[in-house]
C-alpha cells in the first residue's frame, strides 16, 4: 500500500509539473461571423508564432499553447472572452482585433496582470488609457486619419467629398480623424453621414450619394460593408473613387465586391510579406496553402515580440516582462521595433494599397 501511495504521489508531482511547464497565451478576435475572414489571420498568425517558438525550444525552456476565443467584434462578447482566458492563467493575449472589442477587454487584463499585444485595434484610446500592459503592433488611426485627409485634400479638394462610417468604435474613430485633417487643409465635405452594418444591399446610400454629385467617398468601416457599397456603385454605373483603411486588408474583400474592388484605396502599414526577414516564415505559410495577408504577420510578431521580451528579462513575471517590452529593440518580421511610454510603435509606417485583379499592392 505504501508502494502504491508513492508511486501515486510521484504521477502527480510528474502531472502537476508538466502542467507548470506549459506557459498558455490566448488569440481573442472574431472567430465567426462577418470578421471571421480577419479573425482567421490572427489564429494562423499566432499559431505559427507558437510553433516556431516551441521549435526553437519555448520560453525560458518551457513550451507554449495557444488558447482561442471568440469575441465576435462584440464589446461585451469581448469582456466575456478576456474574463476566460485570465481564469485559464494566460501570461499573454494577442488581440483583440477590433478596437471595440480591445479597449473594454483591455481593463481586464490590466487587472489580472496580464499583456495585452493587439495586431489590429488602432483607435488611440486603447493606449492612451494608460495602462502599462497594452501594446499594439499596427500603428493609430490619428496618424492614418491623418494620411487619409491629407491624400483627399491634395487629390479631390476641388471636387465633392463624401464620408461615411459605420458608428463603431474603429470606424467612427478613423472617420473623424480623417474628417479632422480634411478640414485643418481647408476643405469641407459635401456629406458626413452614417450607415448601418449588416445590411445585405447599400443601394439606396449609394444612390444618394450619386444625386449629390460625390466623387470620392471615404469609408470609416469594415471591409463587408465597403465591398457592398463598391458593387451598389458599380451596379449602378456610379464612377466613385472609394477609399478606405486596414479593415480592407483581406481577400474576401475582392471576393464580396468582384470587380467592383478594382481600383479601391486603403491604408495600411507597409506589407511585412515583403521583408527580407519575414521571407522563410511567409513561406511556411504558403507551404500550408494559407497567404500571410493583412494582419497573419501583425499577429506573429505579438506572439514573436513577447518571447523575447521574456528571453531579455530571464522572467514570466509580468511586471519584468512589461518593463522590457516598454525598454528593449526587438527584431521581427515587420522588422526592428519598440515601443513607446503607451505601448504603441515608435515608428508607423503607413502605406497606400490599390485592389487591383484580385489582390491588393502598394501605389505606385
Not at 507554449?64 to 465576435?72: A, G, H, K
Not at 499596427?138 to 492614418?144: A, L, S
Not at 474613430?173 to 485633417?181: F, H, I, S
Request: aromatic share 8%; glycine share 10%.
Amino acid at each position: 500500500m505504501h508502494r502504491i501511495i508513492a508511486i501515486a504521489i510521484l504521477v502527480l508531482a510528474a502531472v502537476f509539473s508538466s502542467a507548470r511547464a506549459e506557459v498558455l497565451v490566448g488569440v481573442s478576435a472574431a472567430m465567426t461571423g462577418r470578421l471571421a475572414w480577419i479573425g482567421e489571420q490572427g489564429q494562423r498568425g499566432a499559431e505559427m508564432a507558437v510553433a516556431d517558438v516551441n521549435a526553437a525550444g519555448g520560453v525560458l525552456g518551457q513550451k507554449v499553447r495557444l488558447i482561442s476565443v471568440d469575441d465576435f467584434c462584440d464589446p461585451e462578447q469581448a469582456v466575456a472572452a478576456a474574463q476566460k482566458l485570465v481564469a485559464d492563467g494566460v501570461v499573454l493575449v494577442v488581440g483583440h482585433y477590433c478596437s471595440g472589442a480591445s479597449i473594454p477587454a483591455s481593463k481586464v487584463y490590466e487587472e489580472a496582470g496580464v499583456v495585452e499585444i493587439s495586431p489590429g485595434s488602432t483607435n488611440p484610446q486603447l493606449t492612451e488609457q494608460g495602462r502599462g500592459n497594452v501594446f499594439r503592433t499596427i500603428g493609430r488611426d490619428d496618424v492614418q486619419g491623418f494620411i487619409a485627409g491629407n491624400y483627399l485634400a491634395d487629390r479631390w479638394g476641388d471636387k465633392k467629398i463624401a464620408i461615411l462610417h459605420d458608428n463603431s468604435t474603429y470606424g467612427k474613430g478613423l472617420a473623424d480623424e480623417t474628417r479632422k485633417q480634411l478640414n485643418k487643409r481647408g476643405v469641407t465635405e459635401a456629406v458626413y453621414d452614417t450607415y448601418t452594418p449588416g445590411k445585405d444591399d447599400y443601394s439606396a446610400e449609394v444612390a444618394a450619394l450619386q444625386t449629390a454629385g460625390v466623387s470620392a467617398l471615404y469609408m470609416g468601416g469594415y471591409h463587408a460593408e465597403v465591398a457592398l457599397i463598391a458593387r451598389a456603385a458599380h451596379d449602378r454605373g456610379y464612377t466613385v473613387q472609394l477609399i478606405s483603411g486596414d479593415a480592407l486588408a483581406t481577400e474576401e474583400f475582392a471576393l464580396i465586391a468582384g470587380s467592383a474592388a478594382e481600383g479601391t484605396l486603403f491604408t495600411f502599414p507597409a506589407d511585412p510579406r515583403r521583408n527580407a526577414g519575414a521571407a522563410a516564415i511567409v513561406e511556411q505559410f504558403r507551404a500550408e496553402n494559407f497567404e500571410p495577408a493583412g494582419y497573419t504577420l501583425l499577429s506573429y510578431c505579438a506572439v514573436q515580440v513577447w518571447a523575447q521580451a521574456v528571453a531579455k528579462a530571464g522572467s514570466l513575471e509580468p511586471k519584468a516582462v512589461i518593463a522590457t517590452l516598454h525598454e528593449q529593440q526587438f527584431d521581427t518580421v515587420i522588422g526592428r521595433i519598440d515601443f513607446d511610454d503607451k505601448g504603441d510603435l515608435t515608428r508607423q509606417s503607413w502605406v497606400w494599397y490599390v485592389w487591383r485583379g484580385g489582390e491588393y499592392v502598394p501605389v505606385e
